[in-house]
């Protein structure tokens, strides 16, 4: 795996410096139980590897949390409400944006955190994950009211508040705009060596995140996921974060 080489140099940093990595994993649009599901569930869980996972809550049903009631590595958290976009063209897709009154907005956030925990239960946690993870800036001291203590999105735009915790996701490796097919892998692992490299001049606090789409993730992607945990595993410098313990961070 010398592919890998530059992951391990930088972890080994980290480790000379007796600083621990962590890292975590966002898994976005799941619905339904499916076979991407269970190859994600058993992956994760053969690595010990805590998944949040963003559910639309418009779009599921008691279903989905039958199957998740017996996956303690699995942590169900709020996709939205329908991922419906209300932006017209030219603009990018946005689902939370003010295309529409704010209050149907902030209504159907409400309804999706309460469907979720009619679903899920204690096991939700209640982080916001927007749709194409874009939501208008002045919603967001709206969201602790709701019920939110934590919001995620991708990048570095969107900073943590009172009453609600900001953990992005960077790094994403399918790439829709190629028909959903996994990123080079190269490449995947020089933006995740990147990541690491400024976390680590920011003094190491900062959580570093993966973002996958199991519904559309080819074998290049979860192989991509397999031997990302693999080299994190024998690394002794990395912890994968659960979405709750990351919010009380």
Do not use: Y
Request: aromatic share 4%.
């Amino acid at each position: 795996m010398t592919l890998w080489q530059p992951l391990r140099d930088e972890l080994a940093r980290w480790r000379d410096a007796d600083r621990a990595v962590s890292l975590w994993l966002r898994d976005d649009d799941a619905i339904e139980p499916t076979p991407a599901l269970d190859r994600l569930a058993d992956l994760a869980c053969g690595h010990d590897v805590p998944v949040a996972l963003a559910i639309i809550p418009a779009r599921t049903a008691p279903a989905l949390a039958n199957r998740l009631a017996a996956e303690k590595i699995i942590h169900p958290v709020v996709h939205g409400w329908s991922h419906a976009n209300h932006a017209s063209p030219p603009e990018k897709k946005q689902e939370l944006g003010l295309h529409r009154p704010r209050d149907a907005v902030l209504s159907e956030l409400a309804r999706g955190l309460a469907r979720l925990r009619e679903f899920h239960g204690d096991r939700l946690t209640p982080m916001l994950v927007p749709p194409w993870n874009r939501i208008d800036p002045s919603l967001l001291d709206d969201l602790p009211a709701l019920g939110f203590t934590g919001l995620s999105a991708f990048g570095h735009k969107l900073t943590s508040r009172p009453g609600l915790a900001v953990v992005n996701t960077h790094i994403d490796i399918v790439d829709s705009r190629a028909g959903n097919r996994c990123r080079d892998h190269g490449t995947l692992i020089a933006g995740l060596v990147q990541e690491l490299q400024q976390a680590r001049a920011a003094g190491g606090r900062t959580p570093v995140g993966v973002l996958s789409h199991h519904l559309v993730s080819d074998d290049d992607a979860f192989r991509f996921l397999a031997d990302l945990f693999t080299i994190t595993a024998q690394s002794g410098a990395v912890s994968w974060r659960a979405p709750a313990e990351l919010l009380r961070a």
